[in-house]
């Protein structure tokens, strides 16, 4: 036990808080600039098991933030050459990658088999749905995101409120890191936050970051945050499903202009119109987008006007 020694002196740790991190099982979602840190901390903490869930590959233009990577794995699946690495990190400790993305569809079982879920993917689509199934069975979540000079890390389900109280409205518009860009240490920082709260909860550590978020602005050398602990759980949540979960008789409406709709049965319809949808009686409404940002305004837009169901899709390029 030498490797953990310096830390398992510590006396909110000790040997039986080691052992609790041995038996731990954490699904990791997203290898990416929040994913590697907080892979790499985890892994290098003891955590019996991981799960790592990506379907991205490795990128020349990710390796500014996500340092875990070489030149020579360019090409290669996140996931297994994340965990190839894990695996010379410590071995430990079992990293089992899954090659693919993270759906509606998955995520129920995925969560359900996990002690603590990360979510590193850092999109709406994926945050929401891992909330909803953190939600339902009963996981805690660490949710990350960072986007040029500032991010945020929180802990959130698992008996505290979900993501949807702490964020109820979205943004209009969502940037990238291709758009707004990034800094790689802004990521890594939140990312090596998000391995010390869930180190934090699978520790039973008090106070718990469960129901806490802690930001951090580089360019004005401050961190901040607050708790969130009564935060209300908002009334009718759009779900998001997957293309697999769409039903006879759905209306699939794909609010994207610049692309054909997704499927021969689906119609376009921009998200300014969406009050002018006169859905049939009795059908669900399903409305896609590439990100689930539009769905999602669009869905709180016709929810408002209209008392049928409705449910969101994502749409991977």
């Not at 360019?74 to 899954?98: C, E, H, W, Y």
């Not at 909803?132 to 000079?149: E, H, K, N, Q, V």
């Not at 959130?156 to 790689?184: E, H, I, K, Y």
Request: glycine residues 10%.
């Amino acid at each position: 036990m030498m490797r953990y020694a310096r830390q398992m002196v510590l006396p909110e740790l000790g040997e039986a808080g080691q052992q609790r991190l041995t038996d731990a099982h954490v699904l990791v979602v997203g290898a990416g600039g929040l994913g590697c840190p907080a892979l790499q901390y985890l892994t290098g903490a003891g955590v019996g098991r991981i799960t790592l869930i990506d379907g991205d590959r490795v990128e020349e233009t990710n390796l500014h933030r996500q340092p875990i990577f070489a030149m020579r794995q360019i090409g290669q699946p996140k996931a297994r050459a994340a965990s190839a690495q894990m695996a010379a990190l410590n071995p430990d400790v079992t990293v089992t990658p899954l090659t693919e993305w993270l759906t509606p569809a998955n995520a129920p079982a995925l969560v359900a088999r996990a002690d603590l879920v990360l979510d590193c993917a850092d999109t709406f689509a994926v945050s929401l749905t891992l909330s909803d199934a953190c939600m339902a069975a009963g996981r805690p979540l660490i949710a990350g995101s960072a986007l040029a000079l500032s991010g945020y890390a929180l802990g959130c389900c698992g008996g505290a409120p979900s993501l949807r109280a702490v964020f109820p409205d979205l943004p209009l518009r969502g940037a990238t890191c291709a758009t707004a860009g990034v800094m790689g240490p802004v990521v890594g920082m939140i990312g090596a936050l998000q391995a010390q709260m869930a180190l934090a909860v699978l520790l039973g550590h008090d106070p718990s970051p469960l129901g806490r978020l802690v930001s951090l602005d580089a360019a004005a050398w401050r961190m901040g945050g607050f708790r969130f602990d009564r935060a209300p759980e908002p009334e009718a949540p759009l779900p998001f499903i997957a293309e697999s979960q769409i039903a006879p008789g759905d209306l699939l409406v794909d609010l994207r202009a610049e692309s054909a709709p997704f499927r021969a049965d689906a119609r376009h319809l921009p998200p300014e119109r969406i009050a002018h949808l006169d859905p049939p009686e009795g059908a669900r409404v399903v409305l896609a987008c590439r990100t689930g940002l539009r769905a999602h305004n669009a869905g709180r837009d016709l929810q408002s006007i209209w008392p049928g169901r409705i449910a969101l899709l994502a749409l991977n390029d």
